[in-house]
């Protein structure tokens, strides 16, 4: 118990930070099943739009 209160500011920031990690992927995911690009700007347009599908 005493280490976890030593160390409280640490787990927090660990734990805020897994956090937006989590949120990016989990929205890079919706994305990509939505049919949209990772880039947001559409493929349209993209050098690479042949090898990303």
């Given at each position: 118990?005493?280490?976890?209160?030593?160390n409280?500011?640490?787990?927090?920031?660990a734990?805020i930070v897994?956090?937006?990690?989590?949120?990016v992927?989990?929205n890079s995911?919706?994305?990509?099943k939505?049919g949209?690009?990772s880039?947001?700007c559409?493929?349209a347009?993209c050098p690479?739009?042949?090898?990303?599908?």
């Open positions: 118990m005493n280490w976890i209160l030593n409280i500011g640490t787990i927090l920031v734990v897994a956090g937006l990690v989590t949120a992927i989990i995911f919706r994305k990509r939505q949209k690009s880039c947001s559409g493929c347009n690479m739009k042949n090898k990303c599908h």
